[in-house]
Nanobody, 121 residues
Framework: QVQLVESGGGLVQPGGSLRLSCTAS????????MGWYRQAPGKERELVAV???????TYASGVQGRFTISRDNAKNTVSLQMNSLKTEDTAVYYC???????????????WGQGTQVTVSS
């Protein structure tokens, strides 16, 4: 069993910054991609950013240029630096990781508990 522990959420004013961090622990075999998703009230969960084990990144169009995802493979951590925050960024942010039980196994998703990010004056 793999667990994801998140930190860094909170309340910030528009234009402010937050840094989210997530650490995987437990029976990790080999984590591939790690990323962040978010879900606002009444909205579907959406991809914010994802980073592969090799460092390739993908961002949602609404956050590209403002958010930066990074990771430390040795520590099994992923971070999301969020700058120039907007009220539209308010959501519960979820850490995600993909692992497998062996080299011949299918990857599976692991989810964090979610952390609230509120951007408000």
């Amino acid at each position: 069993q793999v667990q994801l522990v998140e930190s860094g959420g909170g309340l910030v004013q528009p234009g402010g910054s937050l840094r989210l961090s997530c650490t995987a622990s437990g029976s990790i075999f080999s984590i591939n991609a790690m990323g962040w998703y978010r879900q606002a009230p009444g909205k579907e969960r959406e991809l914010v950013a994802v980073i592969s084990s090799g460092g390739s990144t993908t961002y949602a169009s609404g956050v590209q240029g403002r958010f930066t995802i990074s990771r430390d493979n040795a520590k099994n951590t992923v971070s999301l630096q969020m700058n120039s925050l907007k009220t539209e960024d308010t959501a519960v942010y979820y850490c995600n990781a993909r692992d497998r039980v062996s080299w011949w196994s299918q990857e599976y998703d692991i989810w964090g508990q979610g952390t609230q990010v509120t951007v408000s004056s």
